[in-house]
Nanobody, 121 residues
Framework: VQLQASGGGLVQAGDSLTLSCAASGRTLSSYVMGWFRQAPGKERKFVAMINGRGTSTDYDDSVKGRFTISRDNARNMVYLQVNSLKPEDTAVYLC???????????????WGQGTQVTVSS
């Protein structure tokens, strides 16, 4: 599975973005999809995940109520709607595909290259 994340940018606090993850190579519905983020000098952290059918989602507490993960299996796409952005949301956002519904990065088999989100105060 090849993953390509896009949609990041430089925004102000309170703004919104829609991050997209395009998948190719295999049917996306077979995979749990996750979004992670990594700030400079820090470890990669879980943001959100969604199961293969899109019927179950999970979020880190820091983004709950502000971020929404969704998927369109027919288009092999996964999205992360990010609202009410804060400076502490600044990071590279990466999408990942795995076969297990876990929050930990090492459970994911495939990774995209990431898209930068920078939030100014």
């Amino acid at each position: 599975v090849q993953l390509q994340a896009s949609g990041g940018g430089l925004v102000q606090a309170g703004d919104s973005l829609t991050l997209s993850c395009a998948a190719s190579g295999r049917t996306l519905s077979s995979y749990v999809m996750g979004w992670f983020r990594q700030a400079p000098g820090k470890e990669r952290k879980f943001v959100a995940m969604i199961n293969g059918r899109g019927t179950s989602t999970d979020y880190d507490d820091s983004v709950k109520g502000r971020f929404t993960i969704s998927r369109d299996n027919a288009r092999n796409m996964v999205y992360l709607q990010v609202n009410s952005l804060k400076p502490e949301d600044t990071a590279v956002y990466l999408c990942a595909a795995g076969t297990l519904y876990y929050r930990v990065p090492y459970k994911y088999n495939y990774w995209g290259q990431g898209t930068q989100v920078t939030v100014s105060s």
